[in-house]
């Protein structure tokens, strides 16, 4: 049975996980023949059109989270990676996926994560850990805790946030990432080592619930200007933690993380986390989608606080998150 290492990429809704994937990938010491599956919870993985352009198989597994709604597409992907025999399977999972099913799937199904990445947004660590339980869990779940976002001014001290993380799981590796970069040392002993850690059984799918996830897309139209997204973004609630979404734009001016000024159309990606937004241009040569929407993720969130911050798009429309059956639970998904 062909065995290639496993590595486990986890943190919350925005910390940085793909930015640290795409960083990892570009090391010579990775090599080439490395797998990726990408998990996101919405019908569209937005996170992989980042991680097209790296040398490597990638799978993308949207629709849920891949430790319960969408666990047998996962078990399917996953066989079909094992396949084309690559040295290494990097699973990026949905911020809000329950570490501990993982790997007790992947035990089932004969296999161990070698390593589990959890990366730790130093801007909002001690809010999102408030909020939501699924927070704690993956920071005790992880061996190596990477704390991303310390270059920012609202960086919380590092110190403190050390020592948290401490508490919280004594045994893991914790490392600082530099723009999601991991230092060689701690790279080396991540790929060379077997966890051993045994999570607890936990209720399948209840996290979700537990932590009072809301979830909606706001389908949009055709086009927006610039001015009705900067509005709608600056209108969304305290208690949205996570959006993403590919728009069009009509006449795109600068703005923080875009370096182009253009008075043409724009297909971006919009990215947002607590109060935070940054968009960046879709490549010339990446297809967008079929339907531009935004994916809008938070704590106790109700349809009318989204309506209210989108009144001034014309033509959008909110979808719920609703209820899907598993042979488990009933989880949140779009």
Request: charged residues 25%.
């Amino acid at each position: 049975m062909h065995s290639p290492s496993i590595h486990l990429v986890s943190g919350f809704l925005g910390s940085g996980k793909t930015l640290f994937l795409q960083q990892l990938l570009q090391r010579p010491i990775v090599g080439s023949k490395s797998a990726v599956i990408v998990n996101d919870f919405g019908d569209t993985v937005l996170d992989s059109f980042v991680l097209r352009r790296q040398s490597v198989d990638l799978v993308e597994l949207p629709g849920g989270c891949l430790c319960c709604s969408a666990i047998d597409n996962f078990r399917e992907v996953f066989e079909m990676l094992l396949a084309k025999k690559p040295a290494r399977i990097f699973i990026e999972a949905t911020g809000l996926a329950d570490i501990g099913d993982l790997r007790s799937d992947l035990a089932m199904m004969g296999r161990t994560l070698h390593s589990t990445f959890c990366v730790v947004d130093a801007v909002n660590i001690f809010r999102l850990h408030d909020q939501f339980t699924t927070v704690a869990s993956q920071i005790e779940s992880a061996d190596f805790l990477l704390i991303a976002k310390s270059d920012l001014p609202e960086a919380k001290d590092f110190t403190r946030i050390t020592g948290f993380l401490r508490e919280l799981n004594s045994r893991a590796i914790i490392s600082q990432l530099q723009h999601g970069r991991l230092p060689n040392d701690v790279l080396v002993t991540a790929l060379g080592s077997a966890s051993h850690y045994q999570p607890q059984r936990s209720e399948r799918s209840q996290h979700l619930f537990r932590d009072h996830i809301g979830v909606f897309r706001i389908r949009l139209p055709r086009k927006l200007k610039q001015s009705e997204l900067d509005e709608a973004l600056a209108r969304l609630p305290a208690s949205v933690v996570r959006v993403k979404g590919v728009v069009r734009i009509d006449g795109m001016q600068q703005h923080p993380g875009l370096e182009v000024a253009s008075e043409h159309e724009s297909t971006v990606l919009v990215n947002y986390v607590c109060g935070r937004s940054e968009l960046s241009r879709l490549p010339a040569d990446e297809a967008a989608p079929r339907h531009f929407s935004l994916f809008v993720i938070g704590f106790k969130l109700a349809r009318a606080e989204i309506a209210r911050a989108i009144e001034g798009l014309s033509d959008a429309d909110i979808e719920e998150g609703r209820l899907a059956h598993t042979s488990d639970s009933r989880v949140p998904t779009l």
